[in-house]
């Protein structure tokens, strides 16, 4: 399974690029609000594609046809790995069929179910990013959109990868992985909670202390 960071957090991003575990970046207007601050967005997605090899979404604000395929014709010029998200629109279809044409990679977001997913994918999108955690927070059940789109997508031999965005717990990362989502794309939060477990922290404190104690024993010998 491949893992994204889903942030625009240069510092994030490098410590996971450097670390191997990520193939990739999502990016949205809220997150890159966030970061750039007084900077120019487009300089932080030129940087954040500059410290990852992989994929970057970089999402359009525009929501007619002209302007999302304006947007990122341009946002595609940043760098090669850029990926152009279109939100889920009738616009946004053609959008992402015209970027395409281009030889332009397209995300479509804000998918909560798995029709959605399925017609981003018959545009000719590359990604579809069903929202897991969104659609839990209005109590259904966000992963029975990956569990549908994996067996509709598999059953016609359809390309376009699986996206499981809006990931709120390590658990949704396990059970989109058993589904077999193509991508999860992680907050560093949820990154780094991953590499907890507390029998580690446990086992770890036992070695350290153990081998002090025989240090001890070997300087008092001396
Ligand atoms: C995905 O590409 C989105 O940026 C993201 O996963 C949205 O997550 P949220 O619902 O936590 O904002």
């Known amino acids: 399974m491949k893992f994204f960071l889903d942030t625009a957090s240069l510092k994030d991003i490098s410590w996971a690029a450097q670390a191997g ?3 990739g970046i999502t990016t949205n ?3 890159l609000a966030k970061q750039a601050g007084d900077l120019d967005p487009r300089d932080v997605l030129k940087e954040i594609c500059s410290l990852v090899e992989g994929p970057v979404s970089a999402e359009v604000v525009s929501i007619d046809t002209a302007g999302m395929v304006n947007e990122g014709t341009e946002l595609a010029k940043i760098a090669d790995n850029i990926v152009v998200k279109i939100p889920m629109l009738e616009e946004g279809m053609v959008a992402v069929r ?10 479509v977001t804000l998918c909560f179910s798995s ?3 399925l017609l981003a994918a018959k545009a000719g999108a590359a990604f579809v990013s069903p929202f897991i955690g969104r659609i ?3 109590g259904q059940e966000g992963m029975d959109v990956i569990r549908e789109a994996r067996v509709i997508f598999d059953n016609y031999g359809i390309e376009t990868e ?3 965005a809006s990931i709120r717990h390590p658990r949704h990362v396990v059970e989109a992985a058993m589904i077999g989502a193509d991508v999860a794309t992680l907050p560093p939060d949820v990154l780094k909670k991953l590499l907890l477990h ?5 086992g770890l404190d036992q070695f350290l ?6 240090a001890a024993r070997a300087k008092a010998t001396v």
Do not use: E, H, Y
């Open 198 to 202: 507390p029998l580690t922290d446990r």
């Open 21 to 23: 575990l990520i193939d």
């Open 136 to 138: 839990d927070d209005v």
């Open 162 to 164: 699986i996206l499981a």
């Open 29 to 31: 207007p809220s997150l």
């Open 209 to 214: 202390s153990d081998w002090s104690k025989l």
């Open 98 to 107: 015209q970027l395409g044409a281009a030889g332009i990679k397209t995300n």
């Open 115 to 117: 029709v959605q997913c």
